[in-house]
């Protein structure tokens, strides 16, 4: 079974760092895009960037060029989405998300990590 | 702002047909598949129609999608209490280089 697993919920001021995690089991890593979604009361769904696991390949949405990174440890099958410097605007849920490996359609989410900013 | 644009809401009472619509480009669902999810308050979103018109095992034969040019559209026929959601369409964006979202549609069962 295919499962996401985050991190909890953070609270934290304007200027603090963050990485928040998604450990994912029940298929191959490697082999699967696997990204971040961010979801705001006023702005619905976005979609933040993925990551290819098997070669790091990387891909961000435009409105998250230079703001995350986002990153992938094969060695215990989980992702990454870390902020250098939090912004209030930061605040929301945000959710992994893995592609399908042939298509671009999400078939797996995480729970949701809620990120605090104020 | 969002890429594709949908209206912002929808509604019907039990039993009823609602409609979705999902306006994008041509460089978004004019040349790409179309995705739709719905996402309930307090949960994880969950893919409904993928490839335009293609449901993953488990979703209801009442939810049905169609794709024409640069549009897309969401059915739900038989609407059930339960439909009570917000809805999004989705497509990669090979100018932006990016899986784009609409900006959302909330259905309200009367």
């Known amino acids: 079974e295919v499962q996401l697993v985050q991190s909890g919920a953070e609270a934290k001021k304007p200027g603090e760092s963050l990485k928040v995690s998604c450990q994912t089991s029940?298929?191959?890593?490697?082999?699967?895009?696997i990204g971040w979604v961010r979801q705001t009361p006023g702005n619905g769904l976005e979609w933040m960037g993925i990551i290819y696991p098997g070669d790091s390949d990387t891909r961000y949405g435009p409105s998250f060029q230079g703001q995350v990174t986002i990153s992938a440890d094969k060695s215990i099958n989980t992702v990454y989405l870390h902020w250098s410097s939090l912004k209030a605007s930061d605040t929301g849920m945000y959710f992994c998300?893995?592609?399908?490996?042939?298509?671009?359609?999400?078939?797996?989410w995480g729970q949701g990590t809620l990120v605090t900013v104020s | 702002q969002s890429v594709l644009t949908q209206p912002p809401s929808a509604s019907g009472t039990p039993g009823q047909r609602v409609s979705i619509s999902c306006s994008g480009s041509p460089s978004s669902i004019g040349s790409n598949t179309v995705d739709w999810y719905q996402h309930l308050p307090g949960t994880a979103p969950q893919l409904l129609i993928y490839?335009?018109?293609r449901r993953p095992s488990g979703i209801p034969a009442r939810f049905s999608a169609s794709k024409a040019g640069t549009s897309a559209s969401l059915a739900i026929s038989g609407l059930q209490s339960q439909d009570e959601a917000d809805y999004y369409c989705a497509a990669w964006d090979g100018s932006l280089n990016a899986y784009v979202f609409g900006s959302g549609t909330r259905v309200t069962v009367l």
């Open positions: 998300a893995r592609r399908t490996a042939g298509g671009s359609e999400i078939d797996y």
């Open positions: 490839e335009n018109d």
């Open positions: 029940g298929y191959n890593f490697p082999n699967n895009w």
